[in-house]
C-alpha cells in the first residue's frame, strides 16, 4: 500500500510516512543488541517475528530492498513471485529466489542481514564541502561534498555492527514549483566510510 500512497501522494509526502514508520520500529527496539536474539540452526527464519513490529520492520525491509534493486527491477520481481507462487504455500527463501530470478544477482547477504538478521543501522553522518578546482573554464563550477558516515550500531542480538545499506540522499533545495534537488544512492558498505559526491 505504500507504493499506492507515494504514486497518489508524492514522493515528499511517501519519504515522511516512512520516516515515520521506522522511528515507531527503532523507539520500541532501542537496543536491538540487547534482544538475545540467536539464529536458527537452519539459518532460515526470521528472528524478529512478534511484538508488533513485524509489520513496520517488514515494509521498511521491502524498501530497503527497492533501494538496493532500484524501482524497475523490484517491480518486476513482485510480479514474478507472485505469478509463480500464487495459491502457494511461501517461505521468505521462495521470496528472495524469485527476486534473485528477476535481479540477476545473489540476494543471500540481504536476506541474512535484514530477515534473518535482527536490529537496524545507526548512523552518524557529518558532511562537508570541498571545493572542486579541476573543471575546466566550460564546466559549472560546483564544490563537493564530502559525507562521512559511521555506524555505531553494537553488535550482538542478531544485530550485525556493519551493515551493507543504499541510503538515498537528497543535496540542494528546490525552489517552490522546481523539480525537486537531485537525490544520490550512497552505497555504505564500511563500519566507517568517506564518499564524496
Not at 513482485?78 to 530470478?101: G, K, L, N, P
Not at 562537508?128 to 566550460?138: G, S, V, W
Amino acid at each position: 500500500t505504500d507504493l499506492f500512497f507515494e504514486h497518489r501522494d508524492g514522493p515528499e509526502q511517501f519519504s515522511m510516512e516512512r520516516w515515520h514508520q521506522n522511528r515507531g520500529y527503532m523507539s520500541g527496539t532501542p537496543a536491538p543488541h540487547t534482544l538475545g536474539l540467536t539464529r536458527s540452526p537452519r539459518g532460515d527464519l526470521p528472528l524478529e517475528l512478534f511484538g508488533g513490529k513485524e509489520y513496520g520492520r517488514g515494509a521498511a525491509i521491502l524498501h530497503q530492498l527497492r533501494l538496493e534493486l532500484g524501482d524497475d527491477v523490484f517491480r518486476k520481481g513482485i510480479q514474478r513471485y507472485v505469478r509463480e507462487y500464487e495459491d502457494a504455500a511461501v517461505t521468505s527463501e521462495d521470496f528472495r529466489q524469485a527476486m534473485e530470478r528477476e535481479a540477476g544477482t545473489d540476494l543471500k547477504w540481504f536476506f541474512d542481514q535484514w530477515v534473518y538478521g535482527a536490529g537496524y543501522p545507526a548512523l552518524n553522518v557529518k558532511y562537508e564541502f570541498i571545493e572542486n578546482y579541476a573543471l575546466t573554464e566550460a564546466e559549472e563550477h560546483h564544490p563537493t561534498v564530502r559525507m562521512t558516515i559511521e555506524q555505531t550500531q553494537p553488535a550482538g542480538g542478531g544485530q550485525t555492527d556493519t551493515f551493507r545499506i543504499t541510503i538515498p540522499v537528497r543535496i540542494g533545495v528546490a525552489p517552490p514549483g522546481a523539480d525537486a534537488s537531485e537525490v544520490f544512492r550512497l552505497a555504505v558498505r564500511r563500519r566507517r566510510q568517506v564518499i564524496d559526491v
